[in-house]
């Protein structure tokens, strides 16, 4: 089978509310924005790009289990649920598609409690505190990934 030139950008929960609060943190960008301009660094190596944001665990990792059918990779931010959660990184081992985890803060930099990631070690590409811009980053190094660097 010929690998499929979509991608599965995942958001985790709250960030439906970028935009509306803590701008020192996250910037004042929403959520479309953060999907536009992943959409637009995958339309740039041909890639198209299918969103998903939902506040319940089992939603995203429906949607995980979902991109095995049509999708040579995933685009994460687990928000919250990076710090706490087996079974999201059990969605993501378990699907076997290359992954990008991205943060919009440094999330090393942070409280204590945020500097473990449960994602990181079965993500490939990790981006954190470029803001929203470091989606595109985790799109264009993804896809260099999926393409073995050749983008072909
Ligand atoms: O820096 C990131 O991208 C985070 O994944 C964002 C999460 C946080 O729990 C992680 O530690 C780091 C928070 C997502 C909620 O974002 C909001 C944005 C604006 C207003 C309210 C929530």
Redesign the pocket.
């Known amino acids: 089978m010929t690998t499929p030139r979509r991608l599965l950008l995942v958001n ?4 439906n ?6 701008p020192a943190v ?1 910037g004042s960008d929403t959520l479309a924005d953060v999907e536009r301009i992943a959409t637009d660094a995958a339309a740039a190596h041909g890639f198209d790009l299918r969103g998903v944001q939902s506040n319940h665990e089992g939603v995203l990792i429906d949607a995980i289990h979902e991109a095995r059918a049509d999708c040579a990779g995933i685009v994460i ?4 649920l ?2 706490t959660s087996v079974v999201l990184r059990d969605a993501l081992s378990g699907v076997g598609l290359p992954v990008a985890e ?4 440094n ?1 090393s930099e ?1 409280e204590p409690f ?1 500097h473990h990631s449960y994602v990181a070690e079965v993500a490939a590409v990790h981006v954190v505190g470029e803001g929203v811009r470091g989606y595109a980053t985790a799109v264009d190094r993804l896809i260099a990934v999926i393409t073995g660097g050749t983008d072909g």
């Open positions: 985790g929960p709250n960030l509310l970028l935009g509306t609060r803590e996250y931010n687990p928000a919250g990076t710090h991205v943060h919009i803060s999330i942070r945020r």
